[in-house]
């Protein structure tokens, strides 16, 4: 599955400081049970997609879901298992990331709660900057975007910096992205001796989707590293 068209992803890229970003490219997550795929390529370049490996990432149901603290330390984050692989697009384009990241996968009746470990071999060195929610600043973030229609026209975009900074913003008409797109979510981030990490619980309820018992999503992960411009 994917999740944006190749104007897209340009045009989103375009959008972005030339930093190292660290991308799991075309991807599927299997929700079942109300399942959702997610197809990931939110910032890669369009020349990459047709370079990339088709991979799958398996979303967990829980009954018990995590606390949105950035801490990743809940009991049902055990349950989902960990998507790896991550591949960068900037600067070596296609090699494999400089850092390690890892994400997993929730969902429930009522949001869908994605968890990513954000490894650092120098998390001194991690630039967490403050900012108004949806400006642009040299920061180091991870984004998340979602075809929750799986139609590669549209997208939902969820991005929070190393400080906690939200950014979110809507593709729609193929080509076109938007920041004034606003929906209510939460996350939050935590920095510790082994990187950062970042928690999102976002309502079904602000993505469209089919009445499907199984949905197939387009999903995308992305990671910037501001001091590798």
Do not use: C
Not at 48 to 62: M, Y
Not at 185 to 191: A, F, I, L, N
Not at 204 to 224: C, E, H, I, K
Request: glycine share 6%; charged share 25%; hydrophobic share 40%.
């Amino acid at each position: 599955a994917q999740m944006l068209g190749k104007r897209q992803v340009q045009r989103f890229a375009e959008r972005r400081p030339a930093q190292e970003a660290l991308t799991l490219l075309p991807r599927t997550v299997s929700l079942l049970a109300l399942s959702m795929i997610i197809a990931l390529y939110l910032v890669v370049p369009a020349t990459l997609l047709a370079k990339a490996p088709t991979k799958t990432a398996r979303a967990v149901r829980t009954d018990a879901p995590p606390k949105i603290d950035g801490r990743l330390d809940d009991t049902a984050w055990a349950s989902a298992p960990a998507t790896t692989g991550f591949t960068q697009f900037f600067p070596d384009e296609l090699a494999p990331g400089s850092q390690s990241t890892e994400v997993r996968i929730l969902f429930d009746a009522s949001f869908i709660y994605v968890g990513v470990r954000l490894f650092d071999k120098e998390p001194h060195k991690i630039v967490a900057r403050l900012t108004r929610r949806d400006r642009e600043v040299e920061t180091d973030s991870v984004a998340v975007g979602f075809d929750s229609r799986n139609d590669g026209a549209t997208g939902y975009v969820f991005r929070l910096s190393a400080a906690g900074v939200q950014e979110d913003g809507q593709f729609y008409d193929d080509d076109k992205y938007t920041v004034d797109w606003d929906a209510v979510w939460y996350g939050d981030v935590s920095v510790d001796d082994k990187g950062w990490s970042a928690e999102y619980r976002i309502p079904l309820s602000v993505l469209r989707f089919s009445p499907a018992d199984t949905q197939n999503w387009g999903f995308q992960v992305v990671r910037w590293m501001a001091r590798n411009k």
